[in-house]
């Protein structure tokens, strides 16, 4: 690592920057410039180089290449050792040891809650895959330019850590694109049109829910109900009602299998299984969907507040839009089933699924990459130190 976080971190607060979302490319705030121009060399060699998409999600990250599709789809997993400080893997592999390891080594994920939590790890894991991407399609010239959907409650630090950690991997040029932005445009929909559209974007640590027109955010809310709260629910459950103990792995596998929003039409039970809290040792309960779709009800009754939240505060004009073209639900946990059925039964809009939805934000930052004018007006703007005067 080559950049001391905390003195980074110092240098944006004593600089005092700010930046709007809105504001225009290549803007001079008057509290310093923003950076993230995009220049005309640039957008030229960029018709040449293989540009890169990254999804840096709380659950998966995903890298896309231009002209070759996903290339990338690992877990937001890294381990390291804890005497050494030494990355030991990153992926998959990293998440097979979650849960698992002996007391020396880490399985950390450096996204929690949308947030970033740990920098210097999210850093080391966005550098290790650009450039094993680097490595294995030889992306050398001209450099790529990348673009990185990153939680939009990133704070500005943030912003600055992950731009600098793609340009100090390589990139020609970095741009960031907020999750719900870059979910739009994966999922297909018309964001610079002067129609509104609208997203809930379900992955692992957040759901984000924005409302889009003209190539700007009009509405958005984000809660920390989304994939991550619904297994906790289900660990919880196990605990309560159960008495056992149950690890986070397990809960995520029974909520995928068996999970639910909105009753089923055939509801069937599953075997879940764990550590009878009393006795210490291995125990399994039958379950029915019945059950854990009320376990996991207060995580998808918060995600169905929120939507409905938004729509309260959206601009009327925009909601007949909506009414008209529907919502569009991606992300990991847009798959629990019902959870579409039971949004447009509470919402009366009609709401459907993006084809692919894990690999929707993904998607959304390559086509933006391509497109130069749209790229321009939806990127999350980064400020940068003021300069010495
Ligand atoms: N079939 C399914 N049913 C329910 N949940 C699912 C299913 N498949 C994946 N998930 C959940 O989706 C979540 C991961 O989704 P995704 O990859 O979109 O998240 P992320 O983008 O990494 O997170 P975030 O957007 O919050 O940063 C996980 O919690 C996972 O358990
Ligand atoms: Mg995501």
Redesign the pocket.
């Known amino acids: 690592m080559s950049r001391a976080f905390a003195g980074l971190a110092n240098r944006l607060l004593d600089s005092g920057t700010s930046t709007s979302p809105s504001t225009t490319n290549a803007a001079l705030s008057p509290l310093g410039p923003v950076i993230s121009v995009i220049n005309p060399l640039s957008s030229f060699l960029g018709m040449f180089s293989h540009d890169i998409g990254i999804?840096?999600?709380?659950?998966?990250?995903?890298v896309s290449v231009r002209g070759r599709g996903i290339v990338i789809d690992e877990p937001?997993v890294v381990a390291i050792d804890t005497v050494t400080k030494r990355v030991l893997a990153i992926g998959a592999e990293a998440k097979r040891m979650v849960g698992r390891t002996p007391s020396t080594i880490v399985a950390v994920r450096p996204?929690r809650d949308?947030v970033i939590s740990d920098f210097a790890v999210t850093e080391k894991m966005l550098q290790y895959f650009i450039r094993s991407v680097h490595e294995r399609f030889g992306l050398g010239i001209p450099k790529p330019r990348v673009v990185v959907g990153i939680?939009s409650g990133a704070t500005e630090v943030e912003k600055r850590a992950v731009h600098d950690a793609a340009m100090a991997a390589g990139a020609r040029a970095a741009y960031l694109i907020e999750?719900p932005m870059a979910a739009a445009i994966g999922s297909g929909l018309p964001v610079m049109d002067a129609a509104g559209s609208m997203c809930v974007?379900?992955?692992?640590?957040?759901?984000?829910v924005a409302v889009i027109a003209l190539g700007g955010i009009v509405r958005s809310q984000s809660v920390r109900a989304?994939?991550?709260a619904?297994?906790q629910a289900i660990v919880d459950y196990a605990r309560q009602v159960h008495n056992m103990l149950i690890g986070e792995r397990t809960a995520?596998q029974v909520?995928?299998g068996a999970?639910s929003a909105f009753p089923l039409d055939e509801e069937f039970s599953v075997d879940l299984r764990g550590r009878d809290l009393a006795t210490g040792l291995p125990k399994a309960v039958e379950v029915s969907t019945v059950e854990l779709r009320d376990a996991l009800s207060t995580v998808t009754n918060e995600i169905v507040r929120t939507v409905r939240a938004t729509i309260e505060v959206t601009p009327p004009e925009l909601v007949a839009d909506l009414m008209m073209h529907g919502i569009a639900m991606?992300?990991?946990?847009s798959?629990?089933?019902g959870l579409d059925r039971r949004i447009a039964t509470e919402t009366r809009f009609p709401v459907y699924v993006a084809t692919d939805?894990?690999r929707a934000?993904v998607r959304g930052c390559g086509e933006a990459l391509e497109e130069a004018e749209t790229l321009a007006k939806v990127q999350a703007l980064v400020a940068t130190r003021r300069p010495p005067r």
């Open positions: 999804d840096l999600g709380t659950a998966n990250t995903l937001s996204l949308g939680p999750e974007d379900i992955g692992g640590g957040t759901t984000e989304a994939g991550d619904m297994d995520e909520k995928i999970g991606s992300g990991g946990g798959l629990l089933r939805p894990l934000v």
